[in-house]
Structure formats: structure tokens, C-alpha cells
């Protein structure tokens, strides 16, 4: 099946250390994102890529850092710099960043920081 | 001002029911539209996109005002799986997509 993942589903981790989320796609789209969602509140963009080797910063880029080496991955990593890291992440891809192609959403990790 | 604006709910309503959701934008350079369904604790999916003629699928009808920078969602005959919090999403002329917070439904038995 074609599809986004998402690991781990639930992650559990200690102030000040930094933690990488997974997003793997196999449907062969080049654009790539990644959202928090805070309770009650929409999704904000974090960082996306538009093809292999390139990403920009999204509205909320602080404190996160992303990689894009390979077409089908695209993982976040949430460092220490972050101020608030407990949220839910969601990674998603689309064919394109333009119009009107829609973006298709992973499970989401959900990350906890004590 | 937010770039997009939903009523956040929740809407309470029974089985059968028709309900209506409302969006407002703020970008008139905005692209596209879409309607996103988010179930409790789960990932955004897409119901729908939204074309400037509307549009229909099965018991769901999407409206775009361009000149108004409004787009709405109606659902009819209200069924209880259709409980789930409802995404107004724009996509800018850059290609980011712009989320409201979401339109809660609740539709009981």
C-alpha cells in the first residue's frame, strides 16, 4: 500500500536532550512537510521540502532541524532548543508544492518532554 | 487577524440533521481550498477540495466566495460517524498550506 509512516507513535523523552522523529513516503512525491498541533489549535508548519537536498523553514522553524538526503525521507529533529517540545508532529507530502495538488498526512508522533 | 478563521464549536446536533460550517480567509491571493476531517487523536485527512464553482460529493457540498473570501461545508443527513473536527485549509500563492483551528461536530444518536 501506498502511504506515509510515522515512527515512533509515542515518545517519551527528557528536557534537554535532542530526539529525531521518522516519515518515510512511498508514493513517489517530491514535496515533503512537517506540522505541530498543539490542543485546540491548527497545525503550524515547522520545515518543508520541495525536492531532494533543499528544505525551507516553515513558521515555527526554531529549536527544529530537518534533512532531506533521500526522496522517500524527510526526519525532524527536535533539539534541546526547543522551548515547548511537547506537541503532536505530523509529516506529510504532496506531488508538488503548487496548486492544487493536496498534501496526504502520517499517523503522527506524538512527543511528550518531562 | 488570523489567515483563516473557523467557528471553533462545537456543534452539537442529531442524526439527520443538516449542518453548516463556515471559513473566512484573509489572503485573496490564495490558490486553493480544501476541507480537511481530523478524528480524536488522529491524523488530518482529506474530505474534499473546494472549487470556485462548488462542489458536491455524496452528502457533502463545499461553497467558494472568491469576492468574499468565504468557504463553507454542508453537510446533510448527519450520520454519527461524521463526528470529527472539521480543517478549512488554504493554500497560498507560495504553495503553504494555511490551517484553521477546526470546527468540532458532534452528532448524537
Known amino acids: 500500500d501506498g502511504g506515509i509512516t510515522q515512527s515512533p507513535k509515542y515518545l517519551f523523552r527528557k528536557e534537554g536532550q535532542n530526539v529525531t522523529l521518522s516519515c518515510e513516503q512511498n508514493?513517489?512525491?517530491?514535496?515533503m512537510y512537517w506540522y505541530r498541533q498543539d490542543p485546540g489549535q491548527g497545525l503550524r508548519l515547522i520545515y518543508y521540502?520541495?525536492?531532494?537536498?533543499?528544505?525551507q523553514k516553515g513558521d515555527i522553524a526554531e529549536g527544529y532541524s530537518v534533512s532531506r538526503e533521500k526522496k522517500e525521507s524527510f526526519p525532524l529533529t527536535v533539539t534541546s532548543a526547543q522551548k515547548n517540545p511537547t506537541a503532536f508532529y505530523l509529516c506529510a507530502s504532496s506531488r508538488s508544492t503548487g496548486a492544487p495538488y493536496e498534501q496526504y498526512f502520517g499517523p503522527g508522533t506524538r512527543l511528550t518532554v518531562t | 487577524r488570523k489567515e483563516v478563521e473557523q467557528d471553533p464549536g462545537p456543534f452539537n446536533v442529531p442524526e439527520g440533521a443538516t449542518v453548516a460550517f463556515n471559513c473566512t480567509y484573509s489572503n485573496s491571493a490564495s490558490q486553493s481550498f480544501f476541507w480537511y476531517r481530523q478524528d480524536c487523536r488522529k491524523e488530518p485527512k482529506l474530505l474534499m477540495s473546494?472549487?470556485?464553482s462548488g462542489n458536491e460529493d455524496g452528502r457533502f457540498t463545499a461553497q467558494l466566495n472568491r469576492a468574499s473570501q468565504y468557504i463553507s461545508l454542508l453537510i446533510r443527513d448527519s450520520k454519527l460517524s461524521d463526528s470529527a473536527t472539521y480543517l478549512c485549509v488554504v493554500k497560498d500563492q507560495g504553495g503553504k498550506l494555511i490551517f484553521g483551528q477546526g470546527t468540532e461536530l458532534s452528532v448524537k444518536p
Open positions: 521540502s520541495q525536492i531532494v537536498n533543499d528544505f
Open positions: 508514493l513517489n512525491h517530491d514535496a
Open positions: 473546494v472549487y470556485s
